[in-house]
C-alpha cells in the first residue's frame, strides 16, 4: 500500500494534538486554504452541486475560507468537521452569525454521529493527504473513505483535492465496496504561468482527463504544471446505475 512518504515529514497530521498545537501558533495568522481557493474550485462545485439546497458536508475544515464562500454563493446548508477542537472553537466564535454553517469537532475515521446517507455531497481538501502521512496510513484511508461512502447519499458527490495522483490515490478510491464513479480533473498551482518557451497552450482544467482502463494517467499525458493539483470527483451510484454497470460486466464476460 502507499504510505506517501516522498510528500511527509516527521509530524504525524493524522493527530489531533498537532493540529492543536499549529492552530494555536498560527492563530495571528489568519484563515488558510489548502491548495485551491474557492474562486479556483468554483466551476466544479457548481457543476457537481448545482442545488444550491444541497446538505454539504467540509471535511478536515480547519480555518479555510471555502465554506464561507460557499455560502456567498448561494449554499445553504454546510456542516463543517474537524480533528482539532481549537480551530473548531475558532471558527464558531468566528461564524456565529452565519445560520448556513455548523462547525463540529470529529475526527473522520469515525463520523457515526452521523446517521447513513446524511449528505448530498461531501468535499476534502487535504484531509486524506494529512491522513496518508500519518500513523497506519491505509487503514486511516480506508476509515475515512469507508465513512465518506457511508454518509453519501445515493447519486452523491465526494469531491476531492490532493496532491495524489491515481497511481497513490486509486487504490484507495477504486474499491468496489465504495460504488463510485470516478472522474479525475487536473488543476495547476494558484498563480502558476507556463515558461516564455512554452509554444503549446494550456489544456483546460474543466477537461477531465481520459484515464485508462485501470484507472490511471495515459502515459502520453502532459501536466501544463508538474505540480497540479488533482481533482477526484466520485459519483456513489444508485441502485440503477449499479444494476446497469452489472449488467454491462455479465454481458462482456458473455461475449
Not at 454553517?101 to 449528505?119: A, G, H, N, T
Not at 465504495?178 to 516564455?196: A, D, H, M, S
Request: charged share 20%; glycine share 6%.
Amino acid at each position: 500500500m502507499f504510505t506517501d512518504e516522498s510528500s511527509c515529514n516527521s509530524y504525524n497530521y493524522g493527530d489531533a494534538a498537532y493540529w492543536d498545537a499549529r492552530y494555536v501558533q498560527d492563530a495571528e495568522m489568519g484563515n488558510f486554504d489548502w491548495y485551491q481557493r474557492y474562486s479556483d474550485l468554483r466551476p466544479f462545485v457548481r457543476m457537481y452541486i448545482p442545488s444550491s439546497s444541497s446538505r454539504v458536508l467540509m471535511i478536515g475544515c480547519g480555518n479555510a475560507l471555502m465554506s464561507e464562500d460557499m455560502v456567498k454563493d448561494g449554499y445553504e446548508d454546510i456542516v463543517n468537521i474537524d480533528i482539532s477542537s481549537i480551530v473548531i472553537d475558532m471558527m464558531k466564535r468566528k461564524c456565529k452569525y452565519i445560520s448556513q454553517l455548523k462547525y463540529m469537532q470529529m475526527d473522520v475515521r469515525d463520523m457515526s454521529f452521523f446517521p447513513d446517507e446524511s449528505f448530498d455531497s461531501i468535499i476534502d481538501k487535504g484531509t486524506l493527504d494529512s491522513l496518508m502521512c500519518g500513523n497506519d496510513a491505509p487503514i486511516s484511508a480506508a476509515q475515512m473513505l469507508g465513512e465518506v461512502s457511508r454518509l453519501l447519499k445515493p447519486g452523491g458527490i465526494y469531491m476531492m483535492i490532493t496532491y495524489g495522483d491515481p497511481n497513490i490515490r486509486m487504490p484507495h478510491l477504486n474499491r468496489p465496496a465504495y460504488n463510485w464513479q470516478i472522474v479525475l480533473y487536473v488543476i495547476p498551482r494558484p498563480g502558476f504561468e507556463k515558461t516564455n518557451g512554452s509554444s503549446s497552450l494550456m489544456r483546460s482544467p474543466l477537461e477531465p482527463v481520459q484515464l485508462t482502463v485501470e484507472g490511471m494517467i495515459p502515459p502520453n499525458f502532459v501536466m501544463d504544471d508538474p505540480d497540479s493539483h488533482f481533482i477526484y470527483v466520485c459519483k456513489k451510484m444508485d441502485e440503477t446505475e449499479l444494476s446497469s454497470l452489472l449488467s454491462y460486466s455479465f454481458n462482456a464476460n458473455l461475449s
